[in-house]
């Protein structure tokens, strides 16, 4: 990477935008927590077999056991001593992004020298004012080599740290099972397995460690695929929780090979994109470098377009801008700040093919600098009706954001309350896919209350992957879904660790279960106690077609589906399933506690398709999807806002961001 080609107000704005340095240090400490765990789990468990083998059991079947068990121990210490270090490098990170920030001139200290370099030579009668410019000039490729010399800096250290990451390994199954089999000796440690060498409870597959796991050699808890280090996955050799697909390091990714949270694309590095290769968080595209674009292969943020180099740039008529290099452009193959038109190169230019300086914003009605659009407040807006900087959308509350009607920044969706996301109606931070999210780090179809949630959605609880539709967390269930509980890799089970379906309790492997640690299936309508109809389990549910978990839901006849994310497509029904507790409708489709109505997913909602808290703002003919907390009106995010398309909180005017305005 050439770092010396990109102008200082480039390099300042991409260390001076997006998260910081907060969420790789969440890492490092999550990181640090893993390899205490797994150092925990490793000497537990070397003292548990060894335990047992010296006293309570003998014989060959007692060393079977031992010699099958050495490999885990060995492989939980060798996992434990590999996330010590990659907490390690993740704090080496964080220390190499701290020093290049501190060191990188802040972007208002450029642009008040470039807004004095301006002033002097639009002044310069008769060349009085040329020391003045040259000394300008000379601040301005101080604060040039400065930056270089920083994000050189900080470019090496991360590509050190990351030369220094190492794949993990998988579960070492085959070499424990081909011991056990030797000896004729089929092993697991705890009940309502159906495999061998599984240490826990309700597992399918072998060689798991934790409950619920459909699969093999997984190290946690509700994994639906092989080989997972962590719980609710729904494929396989992730690293984290609440991924669907394989290969994640992170948490909460729809695809495989991401590394970071709430992904839906493959080979991501960062948070909340939509699409596939990109560095960085919030992008809706491929290949990006930055946060918060719309489009493929941009190097900055907020962009509207693709190819742009720079911040803040779109396209004439709110189409797409492509090939900027600068800040704040208005069309394609601009060279500069703040210019509409096609092929400029200077600052404020208005038309095609000019070079020079026109004014300062080349829009109308702008309080700011370098502006292109119309009626903002800030610098940098190529939209306009914006009150921040580098907004390449229209009517936004923050800076970056490439969406409309945003609050906050860095933002390529629209009608999002918080940063970094991708989709539109979202109320949180780093959401992809669908949208309409009440949380963080969701991806895949949607609309979910919580965090980490991927695939499917319609969620309320925390890493929840699969088809969705689930209340509580760490679920995986790859069919109906709608489980109410923890740990479950089945579908529309009530409890936990469940890896078959429709199971009242924990640890049940098989189907249609009352009770704990069953491996058998039962022929019966449904599990629980006090259920009415078909296809339920839990407690006193009223289920009239569809699939529901839970207790006390009343659910009448006519199915039907789970709306998708975004404000009422469709999608992720599961063909009618309810999950939760109190929830009444005319078809299935609830999940959560005490809503009323059609789809909803939260808490208290009434309406159709209302994700969060308490809104009231959907109606039957699916264009509600209100997100957040009280909003009763359309299609708006954040909290008590009475107006439609509307993001922040407590405002009753409609397609405006902010708060009481």
């Not at 890896?499 to 629980?528: E, H, I, Y």
């Not at 994310?565 to 999950?579: E, Q």
Request: proline letters at 1%.
């Amino acid at each position: 990477m050439n770092f010396s080609v990109f102008a200082p107000e480039i390099n300042s704005a991409l260390m001076y935008s997006g998260a910081g340095s907060g969420p790789m240090a969440s890492a490092a400490s999550a990181w640090d927590g893993l390899a205490g765990e797994l150092d925990r789990a490793a000497t537990a468990f070397r003292s548990i077999t060894g335990a047992l083998v010296g006293q309570a059991w003998q014989g060959a079947a007692a060393t079977a056991m031992a010699g099958a068990a050495a490999p885990y121990a060995a492989w939980l210490s060798a996992a434990a001593a590999r996330a010590d270090g990659a907490a390690t490098q993740a704090r080496g990170v964080v220390a190499a992004f701290e020093t290049a920030y501190a060191a990188t001139i802040h972007p208002v200290e450029i642009a008040a020298n470039r807004n004095a370099f301006v002033q002097l030579v639009r002044s310069n009668w008769l060349g009085l004012n040329a020391p003045a410019i040259a000394a300008a000039e000379s601040v301005y490729e101080q604060m040039w080599a400065q930056d270089v010399a920083a994000m050189v800096g900080y470019h090496s250290g991360v590509s050190a740290v990351a030369a220094q990451l190492s794949a993990w390994q998988r579960l070492p199954v085959a070499a424990a099972q081909a011991i056990a089999a030797d000896a004729g000796v089929s092993l697991n440690v705890g009940g309502g397995n159906r495999g061998n060498l599984n240490l826990g409870g309700g597992n399918r597959g072998d060689g798991n460690t934790g409950i619920g796991n459909t699969g093999n050699g997984n190290l946690g808890s509700g994994n639906h695929g092989d080989a997972n280090l962590g719980s609710g996955n729904t494929g396989s050799n992730n690293v984290g929780s609440g991924n669907t697909g394989s290969a994640n390091i992170g948490m909460g990714n729809t695809g495989n090979g991401s590394v970071g949270s709430g992904n839906t694309g493959s080979g991501n590095a960062g948070s909340g994109n939509v699409g596939s290769g990109n560095f960085g968080s919030g992008n809706r595209g491929d290949s990006n470098i930055g946060s918060g674009n719309t489009g493929n292969g941009n190097f900055g943020n907020g962009n509207h377009g693709s190819g742009n180099i720079g911040s803040g740039n779109s396209g004439i008529g709110g189409a797409a801008g492509n090939g900027n290099i600068g800040f704040g452009n208005t069309g394609s193959f601009n060279f500069g700040f703040g210019n509409t038109g096609n092929n400029n190169i200077g600052i404020g230019l208005t038309g095609d093919n000019q070079v020079g300086i026109g004014s300062l914003n080349s829009g109308t009605g702008n309080i700011g600098l370098f502006n292109s659009g119309s009626n903002n407040i800030g610098f940098f807006n190529s939209g306009s009706g914006n009150i921040g900087f580098s907004n390449s959308g229209s009517n936004n509350f923050g800076f970056a954001n490439s969406g409309d009607i945003n609050t906050g920044f860095c933002n390529a969706g629209d009608a999002n309350t918080g940063f970094a996301n991708s989709s539109p109606l979202n109320f949180g931070m780093f959401n992809s896919g669908g949208g309409s999210n009440a949380g963080s780090f969701n991806s895949g179809v949607g609309r979910n209350v919580g965090d980490f949630n991927s695939g499917g959605g319609q969620n309320v609880g925390q890493f929840n992957s699969g088809t969705g539709l689930n209340f509580g967390s760490f679920n995986s269930g790859a069919g109906f879904g709608g489980n109410s509980g923890f740990f479950n890799s089945g579908n529309v089970n009530t409890g936990f660790g469940n890896a078959g379906d429709t199971n009242t309790g924990g640890f049940n492997s098989g189907n249609v279960n009352t009770g704990f640690a069953s491996a058998a299936n039962v022929n019966a309508p449904n599990s629980g106690y006090g259920n009415s109809g078909t296809g339920a389990s839990g407690f006193f549910n009223a289920s009239n077609g569809g699939h529901t978990s839970g207790a006390y839901n009343n659910v009448s006849a006519g199915g039907g589906g789970g709306g998708g994310g975004g404000g009422g497509g469709g999608g992720g029904g599961g063909g009618g399933t309810t999950a939760g507790l109190y929830n009444t409708s005319g078809k299935a489709g609830n999940v959560g506690i005490a809503n009323t109505g059609l789809q909803n997913v939260g808490f208290l909602n009434y309406g159709f398709q209302n994700t969060g808290f308490g809104n009231s703002g959907g109606n039957s003919t699916g264009d509600g999807s209100s997100v957040g907390i009280n909003n009763t009106g359309l299609k708006s995010s954040g909290i008590a806002n009475q107006g439609d398309f509307s993001s922040g909180g407590f405002k009753n005017t409609s397609g405006r961001p902010g708060f009481f305005l």
